[in-house]
Structures are given as structure tokens and as C-alpha cells.
């Protein structure tokens, strides 16, 4: 073997090594599988919160960044009056996740197949919960970037009506 496959297997292997890892951290590693739920709160009209009794919960979560947050579930009870959202965007979940299809349920919002409504605000500062509604019970809740934090993470002063940003 010459000195220059030596030297070029010496760049690729580990670039190779370093890739897959990468892939697989960002995919899978740093999502945990959240355990099922029975209720899940929302947010309502009077400024309080209201329980949805729920089945078939599935969730993933991560400590590293506030948008890896989805859930999917069946709401098996009656509605309580709950705030709409407007401008909600689904974001992708990993393909693995697989109840849940930014895609699909983008669509069916524009539509009016599902609406939006919001289940807390500022879970993380600058990051809604919001939930996509179904006629017949299904549900999918993912985080979403809001005006105060499109405003503080571009470098701007938070707007009038946000809580002070976080320090640090």
C-alpha cells in the first residue's frame, strides 16, 4: 500500500467514524421516549389550564434543545373551551417517530381538516406548545418558536406584551 492510501485512509475512516456518529446522535441519541400519559393540560380562554383526559399517548423529548418535543395521543373526553393558535407550524419529527407527519398535519390545518389551539405558552422562553386538533379525537402536540422569542433569539429587545427574557 503507498503512503498516499495510507494517508487518505487515515482522512476518510474517521470522517466516516465521525458522520455516522453525528447521524445518529442528532436522529436518534438524544431523544427519549417519554412515558404514557393519561391527561395532558391545555391552555384556556380565562387565562388558566384544563385537563384532557387522553389514550395512546406516545411522546419524545430531549434535554438538548427545546424544539424536540412531539406527542401524539387520542383525546377519549369532551373539550373544554380552548385558545386557538394562529400560524402554527408543525415541525418533522425523526422518521422513526412514526404517528407523527409534520407534513400531513400541515396540510390538513391549511385545509381546516384539524385546527390548532394552544396548550401553554413559553414552556421554554420563547417556545409555545401548540396542539393539532382532529374531529375525531387524535391530537399532536409539537414546540413552536413564538413573537417573543423570534424577537430576543434574533437580538432585539422582547416586545411590550413578553415576560423579561432569561438572563445568560
Known amino acids: 500500500m503507498t503512503k498516499g492510501k495510507i494517508a487518505a485512509l487515515l482522512l476518510v475512516v474517521p470522517a466516516l467514524i465521525a458522520g455516522g456518529a453525528m447521524y445518529y446522535l442528532q436522529v436518534y441519541g438524544y431523544y427519549t421516549e417519554l412515558e404514557p400519559q393519561i391527561g395532558y393540560q391545555v391552555a384556556t380562554p380565562d387565562g388558566g389550564t384544563a385537563r384532557l383526559d387522553i389514550a395512546d399517548f406516545r411522546g419524545i423529548d430531549s434535554d438538548s434543545s427545546p424544539l424536540r418535543y412531539r406527542a401524539c395521543f387520542a383525546i377519549t373526553g369532551s373539550l373544554p373551551p380552548m385558545v386557538e393558535y394562529a400560524d402554527p407550524t408543525p415541525l418533522n419529527a425523526p422518521g422513526w417517530f412514526d404517528c407523527f407527519s409534520a407534513e400531513t398535519i400541515g396540510e390538513d390545518l391549511e385545509t381546516g381538516a384539524a385546527r ?46 413578553c415576560p423579561p427574557p432569561p438572563q445568560g
Open 116 to 161: 390548532a389551539v394552544l396548550v401553554e405558552s413559553n414552556t421554554r422562553y420563547g417556545f409555545d406548545h401548540v396542539m393539532a386538533l382532529y374531529p375525531d379525537g387524535r391530537a399532536y402536540v409539537w414546540p413552536q418558536i413564538n413573537h417573543c422569542g423570534e424577537k430576543v433569539f434574533d437580538g432585539q429587545p422582547a416586545p411590550d406584551d
